[in-house]
Every structure is written in C-alpha cells, then in structure tokens.
C-alpha cells in the first residue's frame, strides 16, 4: 500500500481503534484466512442483516426524521455491499449457503435494555460496535488478502467507519442523559465475546477452541 493511502487508512481507522476495547486477536485471523470460502459466505450473511437490521429501525421508530433517513442510506449501502459479495462468491465459484449464526449479536443483545426509549439506545449502540467491529477486521484482514479481495475490503472502510458514527450520535441524539456508561457496558461485553473462544468460525465469532 502506498504511504499516503497507508496514512489515510491509519487515519479513518483511529477513531474505530479507540473505541473498541481490543484488537481481532492474531488467531482468529489465521483461522479466517484457512476458512476464506466460508467466511466471505458468512460475510455475505451479515451485510444482509445489517440491512435488515436498518429496516427494523426504520420501520419501528417512524417518529424519528433523523434516524429515518440515515438508516435508509445505511440499508441500500449494505444491500449493495451483500450483491457485491455475492458477486465475489459467484466469481470464485463458491455455493451460498446457509450458515448458524455467531453468538456475538445475541451475546450483545442479552445486554439490551427491554424498554423504549432505553432499548432503542442500546440497538443504536450495539449497531456502533457491530460496524466498528467489521471495519476493524476488514482492515486487519486486508494485507493477507489477494489483490482483488484485498481491494474491495479496503474498499469498504470508509462506509462502515460513518455507519459506527451514525449509529453513535443518534443514540446520543435519543438519550436523554450522557450515555457513555452505557457506551462502556457495551464496550466491555464486545471485548469479551471477540476474545473468547467460539466453536464455529464467524465474521464476529471469536478464535475457534483448539
């Protein structure tokens, strides 16, 4: 990578680094690169809930302008990133198919509040981390990509790094008070589950146990 784009990528991902609270753990990178075929299927899977997951906001909290607007934005840009994997997938000849899901959003959202207007901050919170998770990985995943997959990863840092924004200043937007304990709560419990170990290899999964 050339320096001024290597300093352009160190520079959008600065403020993903100090969010979340660790690093992808060499592990799992190893484990994802032996498993390409089924990570890039599972991949294809979260860009599509990730659409699904903005069209549930938009058409549950239809009194909020602001998030009704950005949550449509967000949704066609991952249904577009979800044709662009499964382009990726047809090109190498790889079968979509359906995969479990990771524990890692249901391990986020046993921490969810149960009520409105509490639970929608913790969905716009989670939202941040999910988003700043993939484009931690995306880039940690990069170099040790061909150049093709390489590409389009990078490709997709700028996209996730606003969808992590958008989903944090409209929590803050809706809260009625600071949310950065509740920010740390979510921060905490996100390490823990990157951390550990998984039994199946996900895009959010943690290392698989030995």
């Known amino acids: ?24 753990p060499d592990e799992w990178i190893a484990q994802a ?5 089924e990570l890039l299927i599972d991949h294809a899977n979260c860009e599509k809930k990730a659409a699904g997951t903005a069209l549930s906001l938009m058409f549950r909290y239809t009194h909020h302008p602001d998030l009704q607007m950005k949550m449509s934005k967000l949704a066609r840009e991952e249904l577009r990133h979800y044709e662009q994997v499964l382009q990726i997938l047809q090109k ?3 079968t979509y198919r359906p995969l479990s ?6 391990g986020l959202g046993e921490h969810m509040a149960k009520r409105d207007p509490e639970q929608l901050i913790d969905k716009l919170i989670m939202g941040a981390f999910i988003e700043a998770r993939s484009c931690e990985r995306f880039a940690k995943l990069a170099p040790h990509l061909d150049a093709d997959l390489e590409k389009f990863y990078v490709s997709l840092l700028k996209s996730e790094s606003r969808h992590y924004q958008d989903y944090l200043a409209l929590a803050q937007q809706y809260a009625d008070k600071d949310i950065s304990d509740r920010v740390s709560h979510f921060r905490t419990t996100e390490a823990q589950l990157i951390q550990s170990q998984d039994t199946s290899l996900r895009f959010h999964s943690g290392p698989l146990r030995a």
């Open 33 to 37: 690169l032996e498993s390409l075929d």
């Open 101 to 106: 899901a990771s524990r890692y959003a249901s």
């Open 1 to 24: 990578m050339k320096p001024d784009k290597a300093e352009q990528m160190a520079e959008l991902l600065a403020p993903i680094h100090a969010f979340l609270a660790c690093d992808t």
């Open 92 to 94: 190498r000849n790889i």
